[in-house]
């Protein structure tokens, strides 16, 4: 498809561009795309099946999207699905690929039918059938044994992104919190590195106390949204005005690929971008999807190292005097001496001298000096920084995959002073270098809960407080909310996730600690197929899949507009499957809470109850009776240009930061960087500087002599969907691997190759590919791990976790070990 041949459309956009891409790999599996295959006694292609039943559903895994669907049932059975067909087609929610497989998963034969109890050990997934009673009995009892003897603080609710409930992520937090809560996790999988550092650059409302001044930061599970309208600018915004689009890892046509996501966006953007003479840069180590129809926008970088190209570009700047200084002396601290807090003047600590070789390492950050570490040619460096100076509103923006390595702390800020440095940010077109907004305009809410626990921990470092959470301090392993912890974690609580094994990190050493029972004593699981997670399980329970109950969500990163989607349920849960809510309310009763826990509604009641207080509040939405009768409600979103109200008046509009200013330099991480107790290996800077990081940049050996790294891949969102055979044949799992890299060890496409790192192996089919750097290997995220833990544990699954070392990074104590590894691949 040729973008600039006439204007888009969101119908041929979804008909000539993803939609083609599926059709030629899943050819013969029509009900990939919504109508019922002749084999499950469906219509055949060019027919419609017939039915007596239409509801409304969303798909509502991560990616954000929570495209929209139709389901079409006949006596109580979902036979095909279509997606969304309603109003205006620019708003119309269309599903990607993914989306439009969820009957497959929705009648998978490999759903969860029965409670059931661990026989075998923990990992093995040996399990028998019990009964409802004897589940809820064995769970009630095991929570308040743990109360008693540990105290709630020994509860952890593990981060999950399933097919959560509809009324609201998890009515088990509400339980949990009525019986005296639980460990909260601080930051997300997604963003770990990004939230935790960012506060100290743009600073976040969760810093600010109620009369509106400055407080240490206490729950930064909130404190940098990555997806504030406040901090980024949404890419409509750059389709309206920006000349420029500067890409660092980011490809929505893998990440987000639906109708109503950044998809779609970006493609306008394109277009619109180009229209004005101007044109897209995308810095990836891979030639991405989102770049690989415009091979000439593709900037190859080895991986990690974007910190270093954005010092050289800044080398460029400085050297010929094209920063803004008046921008940077007026809205920042720390550029150069003149802004410098009097901690930290005359002392050569400031950006400018990081830069310029007259701080810190005292080495130039010039083009020369970046050209080996990121494999970017110094001219090549030199052309970049000219064409960004020369731009009249470029627009700087980075994917979450350069923050989800062992450096991601200084990456995320490094990218972000690009606009920093020339000024242009909070002006039309321009962003501020964060990931594009997508602001999630939440019109109803959850089932309300309250934790009275304050104490978190981030999110990645469960593992370590399952082990010797005792240890833990605010200083040693970033605990917030407290100053320690006062147990190790006892009760895992694990609903709608993959994240005890698959999609955390270092597998085999997570299964070590999982598989003792006299460290987490007790592990309860919930979900609808046999995850890798799952097998760890004490009690595992089926759930209920949205589709199978009266379900509402509310829209979710979408930039153009905003929705609700009210329906169900399509058909019956299948055996003895429940929704959570109903579960809850049983464990509840337990402990003799039920009638406060529901306060008298059953799970539909709670829905109704929810949606009518959104709307009363909002004002414009459907009546109850009107939102069921149609399904959905749609309004539309403006641009939003981030920063925009301080970048116009700085001083009634301060930002959250201890100065109010953007802050390049922080006295805040100052202080902790010599206040925390740190590992010789670990460093936490002040300033935005490149550092290679564990397993970065300088690591590789002559035992792993290739640098690692996973991406997120078009057949799954993140685990989910990575059960579905329809979609594996369309995306196979398969190694990036350059040819000159394959060549070396004797490797041709499609052979089955073995891929070790420090921490584990795996077998995988190699797709040797011009369209990656030399010296990296790229394996999609995601994968399910098959192993036999008991044995070699060599996964054939080919989960690129099996391969990441556990090690959480300096300030954020996140994964950023994601992206950061070492490996040495030969045929298998």
Not at 354 to 368: A, L, N, Q, R, S
Not at 642 to 662: H, V
């Amino acid at each position: 498809m040729v973008m600039n041949e006439t204007t888009l459309s969101r119908r041929t956009f979804v008909k000539g561009s993803l939609a083609s891409l599926a059709v030629a790999g899943a050819a013969g599996t029509g009900a990939l795309y919504g109508c019922s295959p002749q084999s499950e006694g469906g219509a055949g292609a060019g027919e419609t099946a017939t039915t007596d039943q239409i509801s409304w559903s969303q798909c509502n895994v991560n990616c954000g999207g929570n495209c929209i669907f139709q389901w079409h049932s006949q006596d109580g059975k979902v036979l095909y699905m279509e997606s969304d067909n309603t109003g205006d087609a620019d708003l119309q929610a269309r599903a990607c690929l993914r989306g439009r497989s969820m009957r497959r998963w929705l009648n998978s034969p490999d759903r969860l039918m029965h409670p059931m109890k661990r026989v075998g050990k923990r990992g093995e997934g040996k399990f028998e059938q019990i009964s409802w009673d004897e589940a809820i009995d064995t769970i009630a009892s095991e929570l308040k044994r743990v109360i008693d003897t540990y105290g709630n603080d020994a509860i952890y609710v593990n981060y999950a992104t399933g097919m959560y409930s509809s009324t609201g992520k998890q009515p088990g937090l509400r339980l949990l919190s009525m019986l005296g809560g639980y460990i909260n996790q601080g930051y997300d999988y997604s963003t770990n590195m990004l939230q935790a550092i960012m506060p100290h650059m743009y600073g976040s409302a969760a810093n600010l106390d109620e009369d509106g001044n400055h407080v240490t930061l206490k729950k930064p599970a909130t404190a940098f949204s990555p997806y504030d309208a406040v901090n980024a600018s949404s890419f409509s915004e750059a389709e309206r005005a920006s000349d420029l689009v500067v890409m660092f890892g980011n490809s929505p046509a893998e990440t987000r690929m639906g109708g109503a996501n950044a998809v779609w966006d970006f493609a306008k953007v394109r277009e619109a971008v180009e229209s004005r003479g101007g044109r897209v840069v995308s810095i990836d180590y891979r030639l991405n999807e989102t770049a690989s129809g415009h091979p000439d926008e593709w900037l190859p970088i080895r991986p990690g190292t974007d910190a270093a190209l954005c010092s050289a570009i800044a080398h460029e700047w400085i050297a010929n005097d094209q920063v803004d200084k008046e921008f940077l002396d007026k809205y920042c601290v720390g550029y150069d001496e003149d802004t410098m807090p009097e901690s930290a003047k005359g002392q050569n600590k400031s950006y400018k001298d990081y830069i310029m070789g007259t701080g810190y390492d005292m080495v130039e950050k010039t083009p020369e000096w970046a050209a080996p570490i990121t494999q970017v040619p110094a001219d090549t460096i030199r052309a970049l920084a000219a064409e960004i100076a020369a731009a009249e509103a470029p627009f700087i923006v980075q994917g979450w995959g350069p923050q989800r390595h062992t450096n991601g702390e200084d990456t995320t800020r490094a990218i972000c002073m690009l606009p920093i440095l020339i000024g242009k940010l909070g002006l039309p077109g321009t962003n501020t270098g964060q990931r594009e907004a997508e602001p999630p305009t939440y019109l109803v809410g959850g089932i309300p809960f309250s934790n009275p626990i304050t104490t978190t921990i981030p999110v990645y470092q469960w593992v370590n407080a399952v082990d010797h959470g005792h240890e833990m301090t605010a200083t040693n392993a970033g605990v917030m909310g407290a100053e320690k912890l006062n147990n190790d974690i006892k009760f895992i609580w694990n609903y709608a996730g993959n994240c005890l094994t698959n999609q955390h990190g270092d597998i085999n050493y997570t299964h070590e600690i999982l598989a003792d029972e006299s460290k987490c004593e007790f592990i309860l699981v919930w979900d609808t197929v046999m995850t890798d997670s799952a097998k760890y399980a004490d009690i595992l329970l089926p759930d209920a899949m949205r589709s199978e109950q009266l379900n509402m969500q509310t829209q979710g990163y979408s930039e153009f507009y905003t929705a609700v989607v009210v329906g169900g349920p399509a058909q019956e849960p299948p055996a003895e499957c429940r929704s959570s809510y109903d579960v809850c309310a049983d464990i509840a009763d337990k402990f003799g809470i039920k009638d406060d826990f529901t306060e008298g509604r059953t799970h539909d009641e709670w829905i109704q109850y929810l949606y009518e207080q959104g709307a009363e509040a909002d004002g414009n939405m459907p009546t109850w009776d009107e939102i069921k009768a149609q399904g959905v409600y749609k309004r539309t979103l403006e641009p939003v240009i981030g920063l925009e109200a301080f970048r116009t008046d700085p001083t009634a509009n301060p930002l959250a930061t201890p100065s109010g200013k953007i802050e390049i330099y922080s006295e805040t991480l100052a202080e902790i960087a010599n206040t925390w107790e740190l590992a010789e290996d670990e460093v936490i800077n002040p300033i935005p500087v490149f550092t290679p990081g564990f397993q970065g940049y300088g690591s590789v050996n002559d035992e792993y002599p290739l640098y690692c790294t996973g991406f997120h891949h078009k057949s799954r969102t993140h685990s989910s969907f990575g059960f579905i055979p329809e979609l594996e044949q369309v995306a196979r799992q398969q190694l990036w691997i350059n040819p000159a890299d394959a060549e070396q060890r004797g490797i041709a496409q499609g052979d089955t190759v073995s891929v070790k790192s420090p921490a584990g192996e795996i077998r995988i089919e190699a797709k040797v590919t011009p369209r990656i750097v030399p010296g990296t290997i790229a394996i999609p995220q995601g994968a399910w791990h098959k192993a036999d833990m008991n044995g070699d544990r060599v996964d054939e699954g080919a989960c690129v976790n099996t391969l990441t070392t556990y090690k959480p990074t300096p300030y954020a104590k996140g994964n950023g070990p994601a992206h950061s590894m070492i490996a040495q691949v030969a045929k298998a």
